[in-house]
């Protein structure tokens, strides 16, 4: 006669094995149908492109008024060119990291230098307090954070554009 204990002993894997099982049959099933038909090719038509045609031209980024945070707050997860007078540079001497607000609040948006960056804006003659008082455009995502509101990871110089004094 077999015991509890070794009843037990028998069900676990039993039920490891029978669970592993359901989950590949459904896995089976998901991939056949769930999957979109593949088209057929009845001819031997090849459907690359042929290397003639031209790449798409590049879209240019929306433009949008710095103090219109509103109609940024659109563009989020999206390239956007933003275009506005400096507010105020910011830098966090616990990471370095330079903050160009473009109003007094913390609503306003904001371009983020992380200090990775900050050498080759430096090497550029861009350093970011010079931005301060400026007008500027600066392309790039638009990141609408939780924490700090909109704002922009600047990266590379080329990415900002000094308008006016």
Do not use: C
Request: hydrophobic share 40%.
């Amino acid at each position: 006669m077999i015991s509890k204990e070794q009843l037990k002993k028998g069900a676990v894997p039993a039920f490891i094995v029978l669970a592993f099982g359901a989950g590949l049959l459904v896995h089976n099933f998901y991939q056949r149908w769930g999957s979109a038909p593949k088209p057929s090719v009845s001819s031997s038509a090849s459907l690359a492109v042929p290397p003639s045609a031209a790449p798409p031209p590049a879209v240019e980024p929306a433009f949008v008024e710095a103090r219109d945070v509103d109609k940024i707050r659109t563009f989020a997860g999206a390239q956007a060119r933003i275009r506005g007078r400096v507010f105020r540079v910011g830098k966090s001497s616990r990471s370095n990291t330079y903050f160009i607000s473009f109003g007094p609040s913390r609503a306003s948006f904001t371009a983020v230098i992380f200090p990775s960056s900050v050498a080759q804006f430096e090497q550029s003659n861009l350093a970011p307090k010079i931005f301060e008082g400026k007008e500027i455009e600066v392309t790039g995502e638009i990141k609408d954070h939780p924490q700090y509101g909109l704002e922009m990871i600047l990266e590379e110089p080329g990415q900002v554009k000094i308008i006016a004094d």
